[in-house]
């Protein structure tokens, strides 16, 4: 499992902290405490938060770059996409659906 993630170099791993960490700051920004967003937004918010976190903590695990849900790699296109991804296109679509 941890062969996949080691793929990735550090340059790599070094520039996908720095967005989340980024998109992080851009979300706890939204929230100015008067709660100006609509509830919808600030679920919506809150789950990124979330993902964000947790898509930073597995950098720091050596995880990242492989799936929550099925521990399969998730490609490297996609996590250039969306940094925060957890689950590869095809669990994401499937747990969007059932929602």
Same mark, same amino acid.
């Given at each position: 499992m941890g062969e996949s993630v080691r793929k990735f170099n550090e340059g790599f791993l070094a520039q996908q /902290? &720095? /967005?989340?960490? &980024?998109? &992080?700051?851009?979300?706890? /920004?939204? !929230? !100015?405490? $008067?709660? *100006?967003?609509? $509830? *919808?937004?600030?679920?919506?918010?809150?789950? /990124?938060?979330? !993902?964000?976190?947790?898509?930073?903590? $597995?950098?720091e695990d050596g995880t990242y770059g492989l799936s929550d849900e099925s521990g399969e790699p998730i490609p490297q296109s996609r996590l250039e996409a969306f940094p925060d991804a957890l689950y590869t296109e095809r669990e994401q679509e499937e747990q969007e659906e059932g929602k």
């Amino acid at each position: 499992m941890g062969e996949s993630v080691r793929k990735f170099n550090e340059g790599f791993l070094a520039q996908q /902290r &720095e /967005r989340l960490l &980024e998109m &992080e700051a851009a979300l706890l /920004r939204t !929230d !100015d405490g $008067k709660n *100006t967003l609509a $509830k *919808t937004t600030l679920n919506y918010s809150n789950h /990124r938060l979330g !993902d964000i976190q947790r898509a930073l903590q $597995k950098i720091e695990d050596g995880t990242y770059g492989l799936s929550d849900e099925s521990g399969e790699p998730i490609p490297q296109s996609r996590l250039e996409a969306f940094p925060d991804a957890l689950y590869t296109e095809r669990e994401q679509e499937e747990q969007e659906e059932g929602k």
